[in-house]
């Protein structure tokens, strides 16, 4: 169906491999393209309840942006290939009202950083990297990384890696806040299927909005505990409100419709 992604539908989770290891899996048009594409299809399925994105290979997460197509462009070009791209498959992921992890199994680096960390929360094998390299082609991050870096690590942190450029390892990204975990890399997917089957099993209406009141927060929305107050409220009124709340007084494991 795809040439540049690979869309394996299994126990619920929707797993997106981006399939360019002979390129690192860098992001060029197409890439975003079929993305964006396979991202609303897992959106629109009613039988998918969280995402899975992933590099194929052994290498690469997403080793950046495909530079060659950097070359024709000119500022408008730039512009619009960073707004297209926020628009098609960042901010998309961000707000997913479904859960969607980045396995990181290799190097994540300007796009490939980007689009992981555009992800809910990410998982890192031993052999993964981080870095937004772009002051090295005269550029910065244009898919979001300057504001979720920052939002992530903090400003001192974010500045350092994106004004040097520098790369840090997978334990690195750990303790500085980038990644939940470092597995090794034989059992990066395991993990990240274990932890969205988890997910999985909580009531799909409160998932949607952890998702939506933590991005408001990472923001700095000063509205976050407003709306929170009302989300709080509006779960009340929900099937599922009903059955977790019976289903913990008569101690057993509720059964949620997302309703």
Request: hydrophobic share 40%; net charge negative; glycine share 10%.
């Amino acid at each position: 169906m795809y040439q540049t992604i690979i869309s394996e539908k299994d126990g619920g989770i929707c797993t997106l491999t981006i399939n360019r290891p002979e390129k690192l899996n860098a992001l060029n048009k197409n890439v975003v393209t079929e993305l964006s594409s396979a991202l609303e299809d897992a959106l629109f399925d009613t039988t998918v309840k969280s995402i899975l994105i992933t590099g194929a290979g052994e290498k690469a997460f997403v080793a950046g942006a495909d530079i060659s197509e950097f070359s024709l462009l000119d500022k408008d070009g730039g512009k619009m290939l960073a707004q297209k791209g926020q628009e098609a498959v960042f901010n998309r992921i961000e707000n997913s009202p479904k859960p969607i992890i980045a396995a990181v199994n290799g190097f994540a680096l300007g796009g490939g950083c980007e689009l992981a960390m555009a992800c809910h929360f990410r998982i890192g094998s031993t052999k993964a990297k981080f870095g937004q390299p772009e002051v090295n082609l005269g550029l910065i991050p244009g898919y979001g990384g300057t504001q979720r870096l920052t939002q992530l690590v903090g400003k001192g942190k974010a500045m350092e890696m994106m004004m040097t450029g520098s790369i840090i390892d997978a334990h690195s990204a750990l303790q500085w806040g980038l990644v939940n975990e470092v597995t090794e890399p034989e059992s990066l997917l395991e993990k990240c299927r274990e932890i969205l089957h988890v997910i999985q099993s909580k009531a799909p209406l409160a998932i949607t909005r952890v998702i939506e009141l933590a991005n408001i927060a990472a923001s700095g929305n000063p509205k976050g505990y407003e709306a929170e107050i009302a989300a709080f409220g509006e779960l009340f009124g929900t099937e599922d409100k009903i059955e977790g709340t019976a289903a913990f007084l008569e101690k057993r494991k509720p059964v949620f419709k997302g309703a």
